[in-house]
């Protein structure tokens, strides 16, 4: 699988560290002990900073006396952003995008617990630095019935192109197979977003307060898990929720509820297969609490986008997961409709 982990020519290093567990592209710092922040910034070579600087374009040239003078004129309210460690160009911003330091995301993750308690899971740098991210495990797990353990992570990206805003969000990962449980309840969402612009650090330190929803989002999932695993589902039950929540468009659902399924995309019909015979046959799914249970036709579309749907390289696949994608919206639309199920039975599904 290809990547966009970035690659210092001066450590000879990839910037991307991760504890005990080798990332999707095998690259990077593999350490054994979790680390403190300090300590993460060096081992995902994260240790740089970014600065504005004035752009300039070329303007006529002018010759005095026989000597060709290559003028410049600057570019009024934009700048460039650059890593002062290697002059790499990492984007254009305008005059009033304020950047978010490195250190700053991490200083956050530091502040929603004291800096006690937190466990930095990975962090790294895509392409020259221009996106950060990380993700740190919290104390403590969402339990499901007896042996089913969800691990509770924050996830943070950042960016100094101008590109985007600066995401924390809430993230579950279910241990046995690490499904990705991305799910925004009680219309909150699970994830805080911050804009560049002059109060950003101020904004970011401040957003551990609105953070607490994790605490809040882990007590209900934890209390509608364990609802749904005593919820039963059949299997050509499960294979309609998975269709309902794959469907990409209004033309695919009208398609399907009129029965003209000739018209319906290959790819559609096999990725509903796919995710289909995950639900059927992953080992993961075959426990006592996902078979034949709500909670397991919700892994079956989680599973099927962490853990068997092909990307084109792993920055894809984070965008998908974790940045508002494809995966992270059918797994938010298979969690609201097993909420349904759980509540209506059958009639809940859309799909005939």
């Known amino acids: 699988m290809a990547h966009n982990i970035n690659y210092n020519e001066q450590s000879g290093k990839h910037s991307f560290f991760s504890v005990k567990e080798k990332a999707w592209h095998n690259l990077g710092q593999i350490i054994q002990d979790y680390s403190t922040s300090a300590e993460a910034?060096?081992?995902?070579?994260?240790?740089?900073?970014?600065?504005?600087?004035?752009?300039?374009?070329?303007?006529?040239?002018t010759i005095i006396d026989g000597e060709t003078i290559h003028n410049k004129i600057e570019v009024p309210n934009y700048f460039s952003t650059v890593r002062t460690d290697n002059d790499a160009v990492l984007g254009v911003v305008g005059k009033?995008?304020?950047?978010?330091?490195?250190?700053?995301?991490?200083?956050?993750?530091?502040?929603?617990?004291?800096?006690?308690?937190?466990?930095?899971?990975?962090?790294?740098?895509?392409g020259k630095g221009e996106r950060i991210f990380i993700t740190a495990k919290l104390p403590d797990y969402i339990r499901v019935g007896n042996e089913d353990l969800i691990e509770k992570y924050l996830f943070?990206?950042?960016?100094?192109?101008?590109?985007?805003s600066i995401t924390a969000a809430f993230t579950p990962i279910r241990i046995v197979c690490a499904n990705?449980?991305?799910?925004?309840?009680?219309?909150?969402?699970?994830t805080?977003?911050?804009?560049?612009?002059?109060?950003?650090?101020?904004?970011?330190?401040?957003?551990?307060?609105?953070?607490?929803?994790?605490?809040?989002l882990s007590a209900q999932m934890e209390t509608i898990f364990n609802h749904?695993?005593?919820?039963?589902?059949?299997?050509?039950?499960?294979?309609?929720?998975?269709?309902?929540?794959?469907?990409?468009?209004?033309?695919?659902?009208k398609s399907i509820q009129e029965g003209r399924e000739e018209e319906l995309s290959t790819c559609f019909t096999n990725m509903v297969d796919s995710a289909f015979e995950y639900a059927m046959s992953d080992p993961t799914q075959l426990m006592d609490t996902t078979k034949g249970t709500v909670f397991g036709a919700y892994n079956s579309v989680t599973g099927y986008f962490q853990n068997?749907?092909?990307?084109?390289?792993?920055e894809a696949k984070l965008t998908s997961l974790l940045m508002g994608g494809t995966g992270q919206l059918r797994t938010q639309s298979a969690f609201n409709l097993c909420l349904e199920f759980a509540n209506k039975g059958s009639d809940a599904l859309i799909l005939n």
Request: glycine share 6%; aromatic share 6%; no cysteine.
């Open 96 to 126: 009033d995008y304020q950047i978010v330091q490195n250190r700053d995301a991490f200083s956050f993750f530091d502040s929603i617990v004291g800096g006690d308690g937190i466990l930095y899971e990975t962090a790294g740098a895509l």
């Open 180 to 190: 990705t449980l991305n799910a925004a309840m009680n219309n909150k969402t699970n």
């Open 41 to 61: 910034i060096k081992h995902a070579g994260l240790d740089y900073e970014v600065e504005k600087r004035k752009l300039f374009t070329p303007s006529r040239e």
């Open 228 to 253: 749904w695993t005593k919820v039963r589902i059949t299997d050509s039950e499960v294979k309609k929720l998975i269709r309902s929540a794959l469907v990409p468009n209004k033309e695919v659902l």
């Open 308 to 314: 068997v749907r092909n990307y084109k390289d792993d």
């Open 192 to 216: 805080v977003r911050i804009r560049h612009t002059s109060n950003a650090k101020q904004r970011l330190e401040q957003a551990h307060k609105v953070m607490g929803i994790s605490d809040m």
């Open 156 to 164: 943070l990206t950042t960016s100094h192109d101008g590109s985007g």
